[in-house]
Each structure stands twice: as structure tokens, then as C-alpha cells.
């Protein structure tokens, strides 16, 4: 059986959960023939009770999801200004929203692409509402491309103009990479030898290393990601779930 450090260090928690702490408190080393007994107690008691596996796994699963909460909410109280304001991303609804939500996606995913209904319906709704989009290209280097061609079209445009090239990319059919995205970006009108130079610009690269550093630190693995307030949302959950934590956020 190949070697599973996760398993080993649930399996050393759960023992911790089992045990009374003054066994571990033993201080010196415990001799071969303590070791063998041991082992031979705690054996013959998850046999005669195996209901405490389950109790004990029930208790390690929710301390390991509070301490992931924990440190979920020290990341969005260090890095609110970042995630919210930081330069590198663009705003759509109401700049001066009183609540702000943030979304990760990547411009091949199709969870993205149905939720942009959902972010589109909540900005019609909601004209306190002000949306960041981070660019989150998880999907391939095709998602990489097209991003960093969305990244570069921002020298160009900016407000409804920025957010139809963002819409048209999203809405374009078959792969999103950097082909598909400076197809869009001709078809808009763009300035395309200007857009090859800014293309180059280190502000991109350092645009995409912020996001996913913030994305890794959020725990947030795939796209769509929502961030409203204090809270994280996976996946496209669909307009009113969201709505519903922008309302608590709110009051």
C-alpha cells in the first residue's frame, strides 16, 4: 500500500481524540513490551466499540473545518484591499456599491458561463451592488492565453466596453484561448499592434500570480468562486442564493 501522509495524520488525530490525554503525557519513552500492551488496549476497545471511530472521525471533521474557516476568515481581513481594490481587475454594476462581490473565473468554464446570467440579473436588480472580476485561469494554458489577452485589452477600453469584450469572449463558442480572444478583441475594434505590446507588459503576469495567490489562500479550487463579505461560495450556485448572502452582507 502506497504511503499516505493525509491518512497518517487523521489517523494520529483521531488517536489523540481517543486516547485520554494522560497517556500521552508519559514522560518518558514507552518499552516495547508498554507499546505491544497498548496497542493491544486500544485494539480490543475500537472492536467492542466501534462507534467511537465514528464519533471521533464526526469530531475531527468538524474541528478541521473550523480551523479551515479560521484561517479563511484571518486571509479575507489581511487581504480585503486585494481582493476588493487591487488595480489589476475591473469593476462592473455600481462603483461605489455598498457591497462588493467578487467573482473567480476562467473564460473555458462552463459553470462561469452560466453564472454570468446570474451576475448580469443581480447588477439589473441591485444598483448598490459593485462586482470585481478576477481573472482565475484554472482550465489550461488555452485559459491562460485568453486571460492574459482580457488583462491586455483593459489598456484599451474600460466600463461597458470592457465588459462587452469580457461578455463576448465568455459567450464565444468552442475553446477560449489566446486565438478566440484576440478575435474579439479585432472584432471590437481594438488596436491590435498596441495590443501585442501591452500583451508583454509584466503587469499581467503579476496580475495573475495576485489572483491565484489569493484564489490558493481561499481555498478556493475551481470556477466559479464568489467572495461576498465574510463569506465564500463555490460553484454556480444560481442568482438567488447569492442574492440572499449579499442581503445578510448588507444588513
Known amino acids: ?16 481524540l481517543v486516547l485520554p490525554s494522560a497517556v500521552w503525557a508519559q514522560p518518558t519513552p514507552f ?4 507499546r505491544d500492551a497498548i496497542g493491544g ?3 480490543e476497545y475500537l472492536v467492542k466499540n466501534p462507534e467511537v471511530l465514528q464519533e471521533a472521525f464526526t469530531e475531527l471533521q468538524r474541528r478541521m473545518q473550523e480551523a479551515e474557516q479560521a484561517g479563511r476568515a484571518e486571509v479575507l481581513t489581511s487581504e480585503r484591499a486585494k481582493l476588493e481594490n487591487s488595480p489589476h481587475d475591473f469593476v462592473l454594476g455600481n462603483p ?3 457591497v462588493t462581490m467578487v467573482e473567480f473565473l476562467d473564460y473555458n468554464c462552463g459553470y462561469c458561463k452560466r453564472a454570468m446570467a446570474d451576475v448580469k440579473a443581480l447588477i439589473k436588480s441591485d444598483p448598490k451592488l459593485r462586482v470585481v472580476i478576477k481573472d482565475f485561469p484554472v482550465l489550461g494554458p488555452g485559459s491562460v492565453e485568453a486571460s492574459r489577452v482580457a488583462l491586455a485589452a483593459k489598456a484599451q ?3 461597458d466596453k470592457l465588459y462587452e469584450f469580457h461578455t463576448n469572449l ?21 488596436d491590435m499592434a498596441r495590443l501585442e505590446k501591452d500583451l508583454q507588459s509584466s503587469d499581467i503576469n503579476a496580475t495573475l500570480q495576485e489572483n491565484m ?39
Open 1 to 16: 500500500m502506497p504511503f499516505n501522509s493525509s491518512a497518517v495524520h487523521r489517523v494520529a488525530l483521531l488517536t489523540a
Open 31 to 34: 518499552t516495547p513490551e508498554q
Open 41 to 43: 488496549i486500544i485494539r
Open 96 to 98: 461605489q456599491g455598498d
Open 157 to 159: 477600453l474600460s466600463g
Open 170 to 190: 465568455m459567450e464565444r463558442r468552442g475553446q477560449a484561448n489566446g486565438e478566440s480572444a484576440k478575435a474579439v478583441a479585432k472584432e471590437m475594434g481594438l
Open 213 to 251: 495567490e489569493l484564489g490558493q489562500k481561499l481555498g478556493i479550487n475551481g470556477t466559479p468562486g464568489f467572495v461576498i463579505g465574510n463569506e465564500v461560495i463555490a460553484g454556480a450556485v444560481g442568482a438567488e442564493p447569492l442574492k440572499q448572502v449579499i442581503a445578510n452582507t448588507r444588513n
